[in-house]
T-cell receptor, first 115, second 113 residues
């Protein structure tokens, strides 16, 4: 059972426009959400996170929105740049017992920003 | 400050051979993790160590063993490699309770023939 879903395997946008990456989750015990970016042949790098007590977190060009009632979060990149082209992973942390330390990852969305 | 380092970067094994993937972090983190990444499958947790002296199974532990050698080092061992273990392996670390961001190493690309 996939608890974190990224339903779009890929997304293509023009440079300067907005990129919106979506993520849905099923486990209501998730209380912290993260986005990672991954370039080919490199490890994932942490991008931005949000606690379940917030509905928005912003860091420069990156904003994450959380809709708890819909169990949905999105990452907005404005403006998009060619260097943003990468695979983006959504991840969630559970808050019960031994799962405190574990993250559950989605399958990723490949973002391509065209010049 | 090198962050999370992994060795080797690449490895080719024959079916049945064994090997150990090494991981070290210099961020004084309490928790460490091993993931595998396969096409279309995202990142799947193999084993993790919440703190020095403890290890626990993740989502896909079969065929693997781990050792938390000390606070810095966390190794992953394949006792008898199988073609299904062809993958890219990532080690990660995090501060532990209250600090949820995980920091990843550059990965080891393993091919089992």
């Amino acid at each position: 059972d996939q608890q974190v879903k990224q339903n779009s395997p890929s997304l293509s946008v023009q440079e300067g426009r907005i990129s919106i990456l979506n993520c849905d989750y099923t486990n209501s015990m998730f209380d912290y959400f993260l986005w990672y970016k991954k370039y080919p042949a490199e490890g994932p790098t942490f991008l931005i996170s949000i606690s379940s007590i917030k509905d928005k977190n912003e860091d420069g060009r990156f904003t994450v929105f959380l809709n708890k009632s819909a169990k949905h979060l999105s990452l907005h990149i404005v403006p998009s740049q060619p260097g943003d082209s990468a695979v983006y992973f959504c991840a969630a942390r559970g808050n019960s017992g031994g799962s405190n330390y574990k993250l559950t990852f989605g399958k990723g969305t490949l973002l391509t920003v065209n010049p | 400050n090198a962050g999370v380092t992994q060795t080797p970067k690449f490895q080719v094994l024959k079916t049945g051979q064994s090997m150990t993937l090494q991981c070290a972090q210099d961020m004084n983190h309490n928790s460490m993790y091993w993931y595998r990444q396969d096409p279309g499958m995202g990142l799947r947790l193999i084993y993790y160590s919440a703190s020095e002296g403890t290890t626990d199974k993740g989502e896909v532990p079969n065929g693997y063993n781990v050792s938390r050698l000390n606070k810095r080092e966390f190794s992953l061992r394949l006792e008898s490699a199988a073609p299904s273990q062809t993958s890219v392996y990532f080690c990660a670390s995090s501060g532990g309770y209250g600090s949820y961001e995980q920091y990843f190493g550059p990965g080891t690309r393993l091919t089992v023939t």
